[in-house]
Protein backbone atom coordinates (compact mmCIF):
# COMPACT_ATOMS: atom_id res chain seq x y z
CA UNK A 1 0.00 0.00 0.00
CA UNK A 2 1.00 3.70 -0.88
CA UNK A 3 2.15 5.98 1.76
CA UNK A 4 2.08 10.03 1.21
CA UNK A 5 6.50 9.12 1.66
CA UNK A 6 5.85 6.65 -1.35
CA UNK A 7 4.28 9.72 -3.19
CA UNK A 8 7.03 12.52 -1.56
CA UNK A 9 9.69 9.74 -3.01
CA UNK A 10 8.06 9.66 -6.34
CA UNK A 11 7.45 13.39 -7.10
CA UNK A 12 11.02 14.09 -6.34
CA UNK A 13 12.92 10.91 -7.29
CA UNK A 14 11.05 9.25 -10.18
CA UNK A 15 7.68 7.31 -11.04
CA UNK A 16 7.45 3.58 -11.27
CA UNK A 17 8.06 3.03 -15.11
CA UNK A 18 3.94 1.98 -16.33
CA UNK A 19 3.32 -1.13 -18.45
CA UNK A 20 3.08 0.89 -21.65
CA UNK A 21 3.11 3.96 -22.49
CA UNK A 22 0.43 6.36 -24.99
CA UNK A 23 1.72 9.43 -26.61
CA UNK A 24 -0.25 11.67 -29.26
CA UNK A 25 0.02 15.00 -30.57
CA UNK A 26 -1.88 17.72 -29.51
CA UNK A 27 -4.19 17.15 -32.63
CA UNK A 28 -4.66 13.68 -31.99
CA UNK A 29 -5.85 14.23 -28.14
CA UNK A 30 -8.22 17.64 -29.60
CA UNK A 31 -9.81 14.94 -32.08
CA UNK A 32 -10.03 12.13 -29.20
CA UNK A 33 -11.51 14.08 -26.50
CA UNK A 34 -14.10 16.50 -25.45
CA UNK A 35 -12.97 20.58 -25.68
CA UNK A 36 -13.80 20.13 -21.42
CA UNK A 37 -11.55 16.93 -21.57
CA UNK A 38 -8.52 18.03 -23.40
CA UNK A 39 -9.27 21.72 -21.05
CA UNK A 40 -8.59 19.38 -17.77
CA UNK A 41 -6.43 16.34 -18.84
CA UNK A 42 -3.75 17.43 -21.28
CA UNK A 43 -3.88 21.50 -20.35
CA UNK A 44 -3.77 20.69 -16.61
CA UNK A 45 -7.22 22.53 -15.76
CA UNK A 46 -9.88 21.25 -13.12
CA UNK A 47 -13.75 20.82 -13.28
CA UNK A 48 -16.14 23.13 -10.31
CA UNK A 49 -16.93 21.03 -7.40
CA UNK A 50 -19.46 19.13 -7.12
CA UNK A 51 -20.15 19.36 -11.12
CA UNK A 52 -18.50 16.45 -12.26
CA UNK A 53 -20.70 13.33 -13.21
CA UNK A 54 -18.65 10.47 -11.50
CA UNK A 55 -18.49 11.92 -8.05
CA UNK A 56 -21.58 11.29 -6.18
CA UNK A 57 -21.42 7.55 -8.08
CA UNK A 58 -20.81 4.46 -6.46
CA UNK A 59 -21.60 1.90 -8.66
CA UNK A 60 -19.31 -1.28 -8.73
CA UNK A 61 -16.59 -0.96 -11.33
CA UNK A 62 -12.98 0.05 -12.60
CA UNK A 63 -12.23 4.09 -13.27
CA UNK A 64 -9.98 4.46 -16.48
CA UNK A 65 -8.02 7.18 -17.89
CA UNK A 66 -10.36 8.92 -20.46
CA UNK A 67 -7.34 9.58 -22.77
CA UNK A 68 -6.06 6.19 -22.85
CA UNK A 69 -8.27 3.15 -20.97
CA UNK A 70 -5.71 2.44 -18.29
CA UNK A 71 -6.99 1.08 -15.67
CA UNK A 72 -6.64 3.82 -12.32
CA UNK A 73 -8.59 3.30 -9.61
CA UNK A 74 -10.97 0.79 -8.10
CA UNK A 75 -14.86 1.75 -6.84
CA UNK A 76 -13.68 -0.13 -3.80
CA UNK A 77 -11.10 2.66 -2.74
CA UNK A 78 -13.61 5.27 -3.44
CA UNK A 79 -14.99 7.24 -0.74
CA UNK A 80 -17.30 10.15 -0.08
CA UNK A 81 -14.40 13.12 0.79
CA UNK A 82 -17.41 15.60 0.63
CA UNK A 83 -15.03 18.20 -1.61
CA UNK A 84 -16.96 17.85 -4.47
CA UNK A 85 -14.81 15.65 -6.54
CA UNK A 86 -14.08 11.60 -6.88
CA UNK A 87 -11.82 10.57 -4.02
CA UNK A 88 -10.62 7.60 -3.88
CA UNK A 89 -7.33 6.13 -1.37
CA UNK A 90 -5.21 4.16 -3.40
CA UNK A 91 -4.54 3.44 -7.13
CA UNK A 92 -5.35 0.34 -8.82
CA UNK A 93 -1.69 -0.47 -9.27
CA UNK A 94 1.12 0.96 -7.60
CA UNK A 95 2.86 2.16 -11.17
CA UNK A 96 -0.81 3.49 -12.74
CA UNK A 97 -0.03 7.12 -11.68
CA UNK A 98 2.58 9.52 -12.18
CA UNK A 99 3.17 12.20 -9.87
CA UNK A 100 4.78 15.49 -9.45
CA UNK A 101 5.15 18.52 -7.42
CA UNK A 102 3.17 21.16 -8.47
CA UNK A 103 3.71 25.01 -7.69
CA UNK A 104 1.06 26.61 -9.05
CA UNK A 105 -1.82 28.86 -7.24
CA UNK A 106 0.79 29.58 -4.67
CA UNK A 107 1.15 26.58 -2.63
CA UNK A 108 3.21 23.46 -2.85
CA UNK A 109 0.84 20.25 -3.98
CA UNK A 110 1.16 16.99 -5.36
CA UNK A 111 0.09 16.62 -9.04
CA UNK A 112 -1.42 12.90 -10.59
CA UNK A 113 -1.25 12.04 -13.62
CA UNK A 114 -1.69 9.05 -15.73
CA UNK A 115 1.36 7.19 -16.21
CA UNK A 116 0.83 5.86 -19.28
CA UNK A 117 -0.07 8.93 -21.31
CA UNK A 118 0.17 11.67 -18.38
CA UNK A 119 -2.76 13.09 -18.57
CA UNK A 120 -3.77 15.53 -15.71
CA UNK A 121 -6.54 14.07 -13.29
CA UNK A 122 -5.86 15.86 -10.09
CA UNK A 123 -4.36 15.57 -7.21
CA UNK A 124 -3.28 13.70 -4.01
CA UNK A 125 -3.28 15.00 -0.38
CA UNK A 126 -2.29 13.30 2.72
CA UNK A 127 -5.52 13.77 4.58
CA UNK A 128 -7.46 10.69 3.36
CA UNK A 129 -8.98 7.77 5.77
CA UNK A 130 -6.89 4.74 7.18
CA UNK A 131 -5.15 2.65 6.08
CA UNK A 132 -3.70 4.69 3.34
CA UNK A 133 -4.05 7.96 4.88
CA UNK A 134 -4.35 9.13 1.06
CA UNK A 135 -6.98 11.62 -0.89
CA UNK A 136 -6.82 11.25 -4.63
CA UNK A 137 -8.79 13.84 -5.81
CA UNK A 138 -9.72 13.11 -9.17
CA UNK A 139 -11.35 15.28 -12.14
CA UNK A 140 -14.45 13.46 -13.28
CA UNK A 141 -13.66 14.31 -16.78
CA UNK A 142 -10.48 12.73 -16.99
CA UNK A 143 -11.66 8.95 -15.90
CA UNK A 144 -14.65 6.92 -17.81
CA UNK A 145 -16.49 4.45 -15.07
CA UNK A 146 -16.59 0.56 -16.45
CA UNK A 147 -18.79 -1.26 -14.45
CA UNK A 148 -19.12 -4.63 -13.65
CA UNK A 149 -22.23 -4.99 -15.73
CA UNK A 150 -20.18 -4.01 -18.45
CA UNK A 151 -17.41 -6.13 -17.61
CA UNK A 152 -19.29 -8.95 -17.66
CA UNK A 153 -21.01 -8.28 -20.90
CA UNK A 154 -18.01 -8.19 -22.66
CA UNK A 155 -17.44 -11.74 -21.43
Known sequence: ????????????????????????????WRELLTPEQFRITRKKGTERPHSGALCSIYDAG?????CCDTPLFDSTIKFNSGTGWPSFTEPIKENAIKYEKDSSLGMVRVEVMCNT??????????DGPEPSGLRYCINSESMTLQTEKENTDEN
Open 62 to 66: KYNCI
Open 117 to 126: CDAHLGHVFP
Open 1 to 28: MLTWKNVINFSVNGNPTPDRRVEKTEAE
